[in-house]
């Protein structure tokens, strides 16, 4: 299984703020990475994947970059729906997510 | 509009099997790939293992090799999950999703079911 590393694991941030949340695979994982939202009660969100393309219907917002083993999600302005927890999950080699980020 | 709808909450005894199942509604899953993934009480996302229909293909997680079975009735639109031995730390919030079997990801999700293994 392949390892994956996200930091940080809490993100303290205000509305209108710019946010980024970085993910380490533990071997190369080419663009083979995804990432998820989880509010509180409910089931994962999928918003983003293969590292960069936004999933229907999700704000523009929202952004990925990165290839290799560093990646990285931004939201270019918080909005107040955006507190959450958010995942990366590589699909590389079956999958694996990282340990998740709270955005408080 | 495809739906996936699972089955409702259990409480189990240690040692003891649960198996969970995850409806299609509202569409076909032959063409797809239905991963099992769960999350303990304030913890993250653990994905458990796949099966994909059309070929009657599974991988799991590491971990769980022995301990899960993931089957699939296409007849009924419908994957199970069996996890066996059950223990505390079994207890969980168990999500069914699905993706195309051609990508790896899933923007699909059931309900979750709340599996509970009292000490």
């Known amino acids: 299984d392949i390892q994956m590393t996200q930091s940080p694991s809490f993100l303290s941030a205000s509305i209108g703020d710019r946010v980024t949340i970085t993910c380490r695979a533990g071997r190369n994982i080419i663009t083979h990475l995804n990432w998820y939202q989880q509010i509180p009660g409910k089931a994962p969100r999928l918003l983003i994947y293969s590292a960069s393309t936004l999933q229907s219907g999700v704000p523009s917002r929202f952004s990925g970059s990165g290839s290799g083993t560093e990646f990285t999600l931004t939201i270019s302005s918080l909005q107040p729906e955006d507190f959450a927890t958010y995942y990366c999950q590589q699909s590389y080699s079956a999958n694996s997510f990282g340990q998740g980020t709270k955005l408080e | 509009q495809v739906q996936l709808v699972q089955s409702g909450a259990e409480v189990k005894k240690p040692g003891s099997s649960v198996k969970v199942s995850c409806k299609a509604s509202g569409g076909t899953f032959t063409n797809y790939v239905i991963s099992w993934v769960r999350q303990a009480p304030g913890q993250g996302l653990e994905w458990m293992g796949r099966i994909t229909p059309i070929l009657d293909m599974t991988t799991y997680a590491q971990r769980f090799q022995g301990g899960l079975t993931i089957t699939a009735d296409k007849s009924t639109r419908t994957v199970y999950m069996e996890l066996r031995s059950l223990r505390y730390e079994d207890t969980a919030v168990y999500y069914c999703?699905?993706?195309?079997?051609?990508?790896?990801?899933?923007?699909?999700w059931g309900q979750g079911t709340l599996v509970t293994v009292p000490s």
């Open positions: 999703a699905m993706g195309e079997v051609s990508t790896g990801w899933q923007a699909l």
